[in-house]
Nanobody, 115 residues
Framework: QVQLVESGGGLVQAGGSLRLSCTAS????????MRWYRQAPGKQRVFIAT???????SYADSVKGRFIISRDNGKNTMFLQMNSLKPEDTGVYYC?????????WGQGTQVTVSS
């Protein structure tokens, strides 16, 4: 079973930056397509960004130009660089991995942006 572990969340003022990490267990990370999601209190989990195994990236409109998704296959890790943070970016950030053999969620990391 693949395990995903997020880290890097915290409390930051509006306009600040954070860098989230998601590290996967096992040896298949380079074959995973990866995503970040956010879940705000009382709301549904929403898509933030994706990076495919070939390196192609895509973003939600709400974060385009502010967030950058990347991956380091040698370290089994995906990143989310979050800049110009806004209070509406607050929530629990989850990483998600999928490939033909299955799909996996991390436990989440809390990001709180104060105004």
């Amino acid at each position: 079973q693949v395990q995903l572990v997020e880290s890097g969340g915290g409390l930051v003022q509006a306009g600040g930056s954070l860098r989230l990490s998601c590290t996967a267990s096992g040896s298949a990370f380079s074959q995973f397509n990866m995503r970040w999601y956010r879940q705000a209190p009382g709301k549904q989990r929403v898509f933030i960004a994706t990076i495919f195994k070939d390196g192609t990236m895509s973003y939600a409109d709400s974060v385009k130009g502010r967030f950058i998704i990347s991956r380091d296959n040698g370290k089994n890790t995906m990143f989310l660089q979050m800049n110009s943070l806004k209070p509406e970016d607050t929530g629990v950030y989850y990483c998600y991995a999928y490939w033909p053999a299955g799909n996996y969620w991390g436990q989440g990391t809390q990001v709180t942006v104060s105004s």
